[in-house]
């Protein structure tokens, strides 16, 4: 694994982004990172992320990951990430590659329900145990026959049937930041980004602007300038 394609496509002096270039933190090997970033790019979607060989394996959900075990959510494998990304939240500048604005969406740990994980990966058939703040249990992923339209292979994303299983719209109930409790729009605020755009991929917002009501919007406001 790589990170070659990962430094290819960004301008470090421009991104605030890790440039992966520092040796991975020390950490106890026994724990593996997992982390999902909300990111509100070209296109809203989740980064769903999981440590494996000193880089985090990613692929991009655009509807976010589903409690529900009926759900299948298509997850399009990206390029690998370096593990520091893992804390990354922010703004990556305009016209940069993912510009926009960034939130990390949950966090934890995940452990494999494999023993050769290399050789599931390489099946396309990965199965999981998270340990995080807002996505618990058993989940796979699946690789699928197609690649999308991105020519990125495309896998799905399926939560298990186990007591943390649920038809919760875990996305839209659970919108804030797992580490800061900012909204996208309140991150891009604080961080000088383009805060209408960030607002956009805000559950809140989505539903005022639905109603195009102007009380709905300015209470918005008024609640991210006290939050
Ligand atoms: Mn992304």
Redesign the pocket.
Known sequence: MTLKKYQEKRRFDVTTEPSGGESAPQKKPSKLIFVV?K?R?TQL?Y?FRLEWNGVLLSW?VPKGPSPDPSVKRLAMQ?EDHPVEYATFEGVIPEGEY?GGT?MVWDQGTWEPEQPDVDAALKKGDLKFTLHAKKLHGSWVLVRTRGFGSSGKPSWLLIKHRDQYASTADIADDEPRSAVSGRLLAEIARDEGGDVEKAATGDPVEKAAAKKASPTAKKSLKARSKSA
């Open positions: 970033q990111h790019a979607h980064d991009a990206v993912g960034v």
